[in-house]
């Protein structure tokens, strides 16, 4: 295995560092005395260029060099420390040592803490495989390098476009869709996924950016039912409920009879009927709007879904906006009870300290809901 | 004078040099140091309106008021407590509702602290310590990870 | 398999430090001159392999390999090329990697240019070395290892905090890095130096260009992560008094000392003990500084992700190392000979003097820093200490120091004559003096401390000037004579009057842009205009722009000089995608040494932006300043003398021939 070659090898290298200077035969060590000697010399002859120079003068020069000669006598004087030598046998113990710590430390620490079976994974090289081998994720990246390459591939950018919607890169796939109809023109269809992404992006709120891009697609396609739809759930954003309403209901009737789209569009409009008609008990259902689902039939569909969504927070405990349904689907059932014990579950499952459960909490309080203490 | 009235006196001058120094620490450390306090610290300390202090906490959701021109209200808070904070010039780039920030200034005699900094930090997971300290203190804020 | 070689090199230079600090200190205990030997070989050994690893690292970032976990979290692969690079060391693992790098150059470098030291000097030099990187070592391996692997790998990183995406923090750190770690050398020469009981003639003339070496790195580290504060953080502020900054500002300030009292010690084997203090300071100091940055015991602004785990360790090393060379030097420094006398006005006595200063002024920005520390695990309270209180001491401290500045140079060693001296200084002081008349007079705006200031930098410059004319004998000789004169004198000269004459150029700076800026904020709508020091700055709007991993609002002006259109400034507002992370880029206009200085703020309601401007006079003298400190030190490494550890080439030849078998 080539790892374990090198990984050899290199601790071969290591002990003979240690090993040549140990089975060298030696001189005795430098002497530090000489040493001394050569220094002083030197600043000996650095004054007699700075004499002659004229840097200093004879006065000062002789000063300075009665003081160095000094210093040289002093030196001279002084004993060899580094000159004795040891007893052979010590010395050899110390050596076997040294020589075996260097292997058995490096490869016993290694073997605690290395990863030798691990692979390296350079990026290019990992989306240089096969691409029946790439995951999704590798493919995207790999899409995405061809397009850092080349920017102006508008078709590139249509084909990653809808990839990141689907893996929740909404930002990513809202730029993606602006290049494409910058490169390839715009079309309905392309404009109203730009603003489903941007829409996505934040959260699901149709912002003026969104809806700027639905407004193109409109004009482009004023029959095109997503965009339709989408401007649909921003008017009933902003709280304009009787207009949202219209306007599902205009949609509701261009759709066909078979059109999976209509029971999505009957949920949404009862949803605004049945949402801010909770507390005003003076408006009354408009009983005419055209072959809807009845009262009774709606309250069954929403208790049912209701239910999955207490189930799925059962083995989903974590999901934060999923309680915050919860909560709001119970307020909208007329259940308070039921909504103070899903807040208390929440709060439970979110962790009563964290910053989920302290948003459940507020998102709660404002619609009267709140925790028992 | 001989060496060793000579020696005595460039010790002496040092010495006085140092004495003079340390008492310019001391001076120092007594005048121009700021107390850090969170807002739930506020309603045991008495802080005169004037005295510099440093104010720590999380930026109130929904309390961040842009008035004319670069004056910005906002409110401080442990999730217990808030103080109102007013502010006159550039936000730091992670200044955002529920970050936690540290603002330095003076409380004005109607009870609002008037910063004349405000430092979110660097990092965007980043909890200025004193802050997070606070906060451990009152079982608000468990760490992220 | 690359990652795994860099990971087990890593671990095998730990061993070899460990056989670098034991081996050749048993050798010198016991007189095996074969033992000693082993010191240089496996410092340069070390060195290779810890190059290896820092190599392998380095490949990692650069093919975006995020099956190591350092990679994954401080890397993209949309990142420029350099900033790959870069990002090794903008983290804390990579940086302690780089560290320890360092360390290990600075070890191998000894190892190859000592040969003409005194062979158990040299060894004993490389055993402490050996020890401070095998405690380095140990903690990468234990708390912070850069070769963490994750498996499976993810396929993006999380990109480098983008504030770090600049090339000034590309090279604050290594510059810094060199600086702390050089001073690593002047600490293993003095507890060497104790160790042996002795000091060698060699060992002021070995740890002069240590020091200076160490000292232009830390110039130059300080220098560029000032600048990069001012124009990054889009404050416009060059220096804080935080935490961070005084960490790297206490090893300057007992390195500037310590570089002058070598000076003593090497000219007249003086200050020995001292010196030998500093030299342990200064690496203590150095220390500190990794130790307060890397654990986040102290708010700062520049705290990145920080871990009190790591933080205990480092403080262990911390202990270790320090109290270990204090208690060395309690125990031995009185058996070390003092050396040569000297009257206190003299070179000599301005070189005490100038220690005491830096040294107190050490000591005071330690106290502002570590009383918040301590006043909290006293008392419990939570208190700053910002910058009125390191004005209010490090001024009056800095100030006489710097009056003194020009007599140094011009006092002769031993017994000096001051009055003399200040004779020669006339002409320096009259101009001085005229520079604060011209300046209270003629610049608006300007205050008697502002004035005074611009005096005190003036004084400064010509002093500097002035030490070099009085030694080439201007007014004196002849103008050949002086130029011939000029030309002979020895390089440490010109670093000394270099390095000065920055200190007065920053010092400049520094009195211009605190006295005399002018700041101005506005809302601004697109045609807006704001007056701003005879400036006309007119907003033109904000233009959205794409970069490669960031997205921004780019906030376009233009500026007039006395109605004449004089350019362009572009200050945006950033958003780093990968993280989320929002940033201002200030927009700088430079005038001469002047800047205008345009940061944007939020966006207000009635389609309005909030600008900040600022004029900054003179504000690029602040780093030129140390730009040219930098050449300052550098010049004076030049020096002959200073090239050899010992004497000339004839006598070093020998001691050389006898030693190339340990190579």
């Known amino acids: 295995m080539p790892f374990w070659i090198t990984a050899a090898l290199l601790t071969l290298l290591a002990c003979l560092a240690v090993l040549l200077p140990l089975a060298r035969r030696r001189d005795g060590a430098a002497d530090g005395a000489d040493s001394d000697l050569a220094v002083y010399q030197d600043q000996l002859a650095e004054l007699d260029r700075d004499l002659a120079r004229g840097a200093i003068d004879a006065a000062e020069a002789g000063e300075a060099r009665a003081e160095i000669g000094r210093r040289i006598l002093k030196a001279a004087g002084k004993a060899d420390v580094a000159g004795a030598r040891g007893n052979g046998r010590a010395g050899r113990i110390v050596a076997t040592l040294a020589v075996l710590a260097v292997p058995l430390a490096s490869w016993g620490i290694y073997a605690a803490i290395g990863s030798p079976n691990l692979p390296a994974q350079p990026l290019a090289a990992r989306l240089d495989r096969n691409p029946a081998e790439n995951t999704v994720f590798e493919l995207v990246a790999r899409a995405e390098r061809h397009l850092a390459a080349n920017p102006e591939d508008g078709r590139g950018w249509e084909v990653l476009a809808p990839i990141y919607h689907r893996i929740g890169r909404f930002d990513d796939a809202a730029t993606a869709w602006g290049h494409a109809i910058r490169l390839l023109g715009s079309t309905a269809a392309r404009e109203v996924a730009l603003g489903e992404a941007v829409a996505s992006a934040a959260g699901g709120t149709i912002t003026p950016e969104a809806k700027a891009a639905l407004e193109r697609a409109l004009a482009l396609e004023p029959r095109n039912l997503k965009a339709r739809f989408l401007m649909a759930a921003a008017l009933a954003q902003e709280g304009r409920g009787d207009e949202a309403a219209g306007a599902f209901r205009a949609i509701l009737a261009d759709l066909p009879e078979a059109s999976p789209w209509r029971a999505t569009i009957a949920k949404a409009i009862s949803d605004l009927e049945g949402g801010p008609q909770a507390g005003s008990p003076g408006g009354g259902s408009d009983a005419d709007a055209g072959g809807l689902i009845s009262d009774k039939d709606q309250a069954e569909m929403i208790g049912e879904m209701v239910a999955g969504l207490d189930r799925r927070l059962r083995e989903n405990p974590g999901d934060a906006a999923g309680w915050q349904r919860l909560v709001r689907s119970y307020v909208v059932l007329r259940k308070p009870d039921e909504a103070a014990d899903a807040l208390a579950r929440g709060i439970d499952a979110l962790g009563a300290g964290s910053e989920a459960a302290a948003g459940l909490r507020e998102f709660a309080a404002g619609l009267g809901v709140n925790a028992k203490e | ?145 | 398999m690359i990652v795994e070689i860099g990971h087990f090199s890593l671990v095998l230079a730990f061993a070899l430090s460990l056989v670098q600090f034991a081996v050749p200190l048993a050798g010198t205990r016991m007189g095996e001159a074969r033992l000693v030997a082993v010191a240089g070989p496996s410092a340069v050994a070390g060195f290779a392999l810890t190059a290896l690893s820092f190599a392998v690292l380095t490949a990692a970032y650069v093919q975006s390999d995020f099956s190591v976990a350092n990679v994954w979290e401080n890397s993209h692969s949309a990142k420029p090329l350099l900033y790959k690079v870069t990002g090794v060391w903008g983290n804390h693992e990579g940086s302690m990697l780089l560290w320890v790098l360092i360390l290990a150059f600075f070890g191998a470098l000894v190892a190859w240019f000592g040969t003409n030291l005194p062979a158990s000097l040299r060894a004993n030099v490389l055993v402490v070395q050996g020890l401070v990187g095998a405690a380095f070592l140990l903690f990468i391996l234990a708390t912070s290892n850069p070769f963490a692997r994750l498996d499976p790998a993810p396929l993006e990183g999380r990109d480098l905090n983008p504030i770090l995406q600049d090339i000034g923090l590309a090279l604050h750190p290594p510059l810094l890095y060199l600086g702390y770690v050089g001073f690593s050398v002047c600490f293993s020469f003095a507890v060497a130096a104790l160790i042996e009981g002795r000091i060698d003639a060699a060992w002021a003339r070995w740890v002069r260009p240590w020091t200076l070496a160490a000292w232009v790195f830390l110039t130059g580290g300080i220098a560029m992560g000032s600048y990069w504060a001012y124009y990054e953080l889009g404050w416009g502020g060059w220096w804080f008094w935080d935490p961070v900054e005084n960490a790297s500002f206490l090893p300057w300030l007992s390195g500037t000392a310590l570089l002058h009292s070598a000076i003593v010690m090497e000219k007249r084997s003086a200050l020995k003990i001292w010196t030998l203090l500093l030299a342990i300071l200064t690496f203590s100091l150095s220390l500190l500084g990794t130790f307060l940055v890397r654990s986040g015991v102290l708010t700062s602004v520049h705290a990145f992700a920080t871990d009190p785990a790591r933080g205990l360790f480092i403080l262990l090393i911390l202990v270790f190392f320090i109290g270990g060379s204090l208690s060395l030097f309690a125990l031995r420094a009185s058996t070390l000979s003092q050396g040569g006398l000297f009257h206190p006005v003299s070179r000599e006595g301005a070189l005490v003097l100038n220690n005491l200063f830096l040294t107190t002024a050490a000591a005071t920005v330690l106290t502002g820093t570590l009383y918040p520390l301590l006043v909290e695990a006293v008392t419990g309270d939570k208190i700053s200490v910002g910058a009125p209180f390191f004005n209010l001491t490090f001024i009056p401290l800095a100030v006489p120091l710097l009056l003194a500045v020009p007599f140094g140079p011009l006092l002769a060693w031993k017994r000096g004559d001051l009055w003399a001296v200040s004779q020669r200084l006339h002409a320096a002081l009259g101009c001085a003096l005229l520079a604060v008349a011209l300046v209270w007079f003629f610049v608006d705006g300007a205050g008697v401390l502002a004035a005074l200031g611009i005096g005190l930098a003036a004084w400064l410059m010509l002093g500097a000037l002035t030490d070099l004319a009085v030694k080439a004998g201007v007014g004196k000789e002849r103008p050949a004579v002086v130029w011939r004169r000029l030309k002979g004198l020895s390089r440490s000269i010109f670093g000394t009057a270099a390095a000065h004459f920055g200190l007065g150029l920053s010092v400049l700076g520094i009195v211009a842009v605190t006295s005399l800026e002018v700041e101005r904020i506005e809302v601004m709508r697109p045609g807006d205009t704001v007056e701003i020091a005879g400036y006309t700055l007119r907003f033109e709007g904000l233009v959205p722009h794409r970069g490669p991993n960031f997205t921004e609002e780019q906030g376009r002006f233009t500026y007039f000089s006395g109605g004449v259109r004089a350019g362009e400034i572009v200050s945006s507002k950033r958003l780093y995608t990968a993280r989320q992370m929002p940033t201002t880029e200030a927009g700088i206009a430079t005038r001469g040494f002047s800047q205008l200085y345009v940061a944007l703020g939020d966006a207000t309601a009635n389609d309005g932006v909030v600008v900040r401007a600022w004029w900054k006079p003179q504000v690029l003298l602040i780093w030129i300043g140390g730009l040219v400190m930098m050449a300052g030190g550098t010049i004076s490494l030049l020096d002959r003398r200073l090239r050899v550890g010992a004497p000339s080439r004839r006598r070093a030849r020998p001691a050389r021939s006898a030693e190339a078998p340990a190579e």
Not at chain 2, 9 to 30: D, E, K, P, R, T
Not at chain 2, 129 to 137: M, N, S
């Open chain 2, 1 to 145: 004078m001989t060496r060793k009235q000579k020696r005595l006196s460039v010790i002496g001058g040092a010495m006085a040099f140092l004495a003079v120094a340390s008492g310019l620490v001391f001076y120092a450390l007594g005048q121009k140091t700021s107390y850090f306090y969170m807002p739930a610290d506020l309603q045991t300390a008495s802080v005169e309106p004037g005295q510099r202090i440093r104010l720590g906490g999380l930026v109130e959701k929904g309390t961040v008021v842009r008035g004319a021109g670069t004056e910005i209200a906002f409110a401080v808070t442990d999730q217990v407590h808030s103080v109102r904070v007013a502010y006159s010039g550039i936000l730091p780039d992670l200044f955002r509702e529920e970050q936690g920030i540290v603002t330095e200034g003076v409380f004005r005699p109607d009870g609002v602290f008037v910063a004349d900094s405000v430092l979110a930090k660097h990092d965007e997971n980043y909890m200025p310590k004193e802050v997070a300290d606070g906060l451990k203190e009152t079982g608000l804020w468990q760490h992220a990870q």
